[in-house]
């Protein structure tokens, strides 16, 4: 079984949508003990990391999340679901400044473009630049347009945790990553059109 974790940070319709075009498998959750069956988690989403974390934190899922990918299971994050593997973020919506910590799955942070030329958010089709073969982007081309929008991105991400890249005015920031059972696009596969489905495609059929 596939479970999507409802975690109230939206783009739920859409995402599952997707998900029923190639498995009748899966379900819509937002309890931890709903977890046990799943094969494979998707966390999808928008918004701050702050509040997406906060609400895993409400919800239970923090140490269940941990405990099932540490045994195994296949974790595929979407935008916010995304961001949220990696260490911390500087999206504090306290207004402290304080560095809110992320699941910690895989080494990063999550930091603003900041200062020109960017335009925040990075809004809108963009390429994605794929570095080496990996499972996910199987039949995608290297330089596909994907949807975006965000206006934090991954820095200080390991190379060996990086399958593909997007440049933005001169900077060059990870959008996927794959490593053993982690997955994660910080655009929306869902709303890429065909390729984009094709990620989703290719994440269920590694796991089912």
Not at 24 to 34: A, G, H, R, V, W
Not at 96 to 114: E, H, T, V, W, Y
Not at 141 to 160: G, K, L
Not at 172 to 195: A, C, M, R, W
Request: charge should be neutral; hydrophobic fraction near 40%; charged fraction near 20%.
């Amino acid at each position: 079984m596939i479970a999507v974790i409802d975690f109230g940070m939206g783009n739920l319709h859409s995402c599952l949508k997707a998900v029923a075009r190639y498995s009748k498998d899966f379900s819509l959750i937002n309890q931890p003990e709903q977890m046990l069956k799943a094969k494979a988690v998707i966390l999808p989403g928008d918004g701050a990391f702050d509040a997406a974390m906060r609400n895993l934190h409400a919800l239970g899922f923090i140490g269940p999340l941990r405990d099932f990918v540490s045994s195994g299971g296949y974790l595929f994050g979407i935008c916010i679901g995304f961001q949220i593997l990696f260490e911390d973020s500087d999206e504090d919506l306290s207004g402290k400044g304080d560095l809110i910590p992320g699941l910690g799955f895989i080494p990063g942070n999550i930091r603003r473009f900041r200062g020109k030329p960017y335009t925040v958010p990075h809004m809108g089709w963009n390429q994605i630049l794929i570095s080496r073969k990996n499972k996910i982007l199987k039949n995608i081309a290297r330089n596909e347009y994907m949807y975006f929008i965000h206006s934090y991105r991954a820095t200080e991400v390991p190379a060996d945790a990086v399958v593909a890249n997007c440049d933005y005015y001169e900077e060059k920031f990870p959008v996927v990553i794959e490593k053993d059972n982690l997955f994660g696009t910080q655009f929306h596969p869902e709303k890429s059109d065909y390729e984009g489905l094709k990620i989703l495609e290719n994440f269920i059929n590694l796991v089912q």
